[in-house]
């Protein structure tokens, strides 16, 4: 053992103290408050559950960061500190306790680091004045109700056992704590338990929302209240929403939409707007941006079904006239009118940073549109026009004028027409055609990170990239 890593006097001592189960609850009445994190940090490490009941009860920080202890979820640890709020809603409030906020969420939490492992610096005179003024807020500020914060994310069908026991522990306490959601991941779960969950955690404290629900319309009308309540809502992602072909077209189906597409009026905070495979909305596009009250900073509608007067409206909408991210990936753009998506891009040229038109089906002639706009993105640090047939002049051109916009860190072009023969990809000509395109761009600027990808596969689903070293597909090196 090197002199670096001998355990101080005090880290001996907390061991020595922990090791006795009673004697360590019977001394955390009178424990400094510079050592209740070393140790609580040691306690929840050991799953010493009675220790850690007796010490949220008592803690004397207006913040427990639990959360960032708990790198694999474990229920008897969670049952503890709940257990723990329980016994200090349940007594006398200790003068000593300063506990404001129960924090669960899985983040990198600077407290454990200043408090948790660095002893010296826990009883700098800095840190023992910053105590001191939080022990000299008046009493009515310390007695507002206690604030448990908690993101939910899931990626099953069913709660997990620990979120399940949350839920059922919250419930009864609703009227006297306050539960906070600001991050909140539904993956494939039915829309009653989504609700069941909204009606412990306050809506308007959900700021990012990430729905892979694969609803129906009809469910999606019945979620759309608790969508119109998250008043501080910044981030929105919604994935997989399904027509009924049984309401194909009809006036029930158009209820359904414009019903959730009107909450949009209620989100003044929103963006970031996310919209993945989302078939129900093709046409009524009009709703939702006629909404938006606020400029969104991000707009992604990717695999998702549009329309030409969707795109018309685009350009229109004076939400969308600061953007700094547009994603328009999967959508086949080669059967509409491009004039739209022109216009909406020469609009924000001054803010744009990202720009994905991947697998769109452009062409020679969307390119060519594009170019005047796009050379005037000064912001712009990342591009991809992967899976879009273009030919080797155009991309010429392409590439000469992203080559004048200084911030672009990653460029994603796909490799010229001619490098196919009938859609085979011929391997030597695609070598030869990218290495000339990377060279008249080095020519201009050295890219960070630049790559001429082929079309997928047929064979292994796999692209072929020409970067700082060419990438074969699992086919081609089979071969």
């Known amino acids: 053992m090197s002199f670096q890593t001998l355990p101080t006097l005090v880290q001996l001592a907390l061991q020595s103290l922990l090791r006795v189960e009673a004697l360590a609850i019977s001394a955390v009445q009178d424990l400094p408050w510079v050592l209740f994190p070393p140790v609580f940090k040691e306690a929840f490490n050991h799953r010493q559950t009675n220790i850690l009941r007796a010490m949220v009860a008592v803690w004397p920080f207006p913040c427990l960061p639990v959360g960032s202890l708990m790198k694999n979820p474990h229920l008897e640890t969670l049952q503890a500190v709940l ?59 310390e007695r507002q109700p206690l604030k448990i914060i908690v993101d939910i994310c899931l990626k099953f069908c069913r709660l997990d056992e620990c979120h399940t026991h949350l839920l059922q522990w919250a419930k009864p306490r609703k009227k006297s704590l306050q539960f906070c959601c600001p991050k909140l991941q539904m993956k494939v779960l039915p829309v009653c338990t989504i609700i069941e969950i909204l009606k412990v955690f306050e809506p308007d404290t959900i700021q ?131 004039k739209p998506i022109q216009i909406l891009l020469e609009s924000i040229t001054a803010t744009l940073q990202t720009l994905e038109f991947e697998g769109c089906e452009l062409n020679d002639s969307h390119i060519t549109a594009l170019l005047p706009g796009l050379s005037q993105c000064s912001q712009l640090t990342k591009i991809n026009f992967y899976g879009n ?45 990218c290495s000339s395109l990377m060279t008249t761009l080095r020519a201009i600027r050295q890219p960070e990170k630049v790559s001429f990808g082929a079309g997928f596969c047929s064979g292994c689903n796999e692209r072929c990239v020409y970067s700082l070293e060419i990438k074969l597909c699992s086919c081609w090196q089979s071969d």
């Open 208 to 338: 990012e929302l990430e729905l892979n629900s694969r609803w129906r319309l009809e469910a999606l009308a019945h979620f759309a209240p608790y969508l119109g309540q998250m008043r501080n809502l910044q981030k929105f992602l919604m994935a997989g929403v399904y027509v009924d072909h049984c309401l194909r077209k009809t006036f029930t189906e158009m209820e359904y939409v414009h019903k959730f597409l009107s909450q949009f009026s209620k989100l003044n905070c929103l963006q970031h707007l996310y919209m993945n495979q989302v078939y129900s909305f093709s046409g009524h596009m009009d709703h939702l941006v006629r909404c938006l009250k606020n400029p969104l900073e991000t707009l992604s509608i990717t695999l998702s079904l549009v329309s030409q007067s969707d795109l018309n409206l685009l350009p229109q909408c004076q939400s969308l006239w600061q953007l700094k991210h547009l994603n328009l990936s999967g959508i086949p753009l080669f059967f509409f009118h491009f």
């Open 389 to 433: 047939g273009i030919s080797m002049l155009v991309l010429e051109d392409l590439v000469h004028r992203t080559a004048k916009l200084r911030q672009l860190t990653h460029e994603l072009y796909p490799a010229p027409l001619e490098c196919y023969d009938n859609g085979s990809l011929i391997l030597d000509r695609f070598i030869q055609l």
């Open 83 to 141: 257990d723990g709020v329980d016994l200090l809603l349940t007594q006398v409030w200790p003068r000593s306790c300063k506990l404001k906020v129960v924090d669960f969420r899985a983040v990198n939490h600077n407290f454990w680091h200043v408090w948790g492992g660095a002893e010296d610096h826990a009883c700098s005179p800095q840190v023992i004045r910053k105590q001191q003024k939080l022990e000299d807020l008046p009493k009515s500020e």
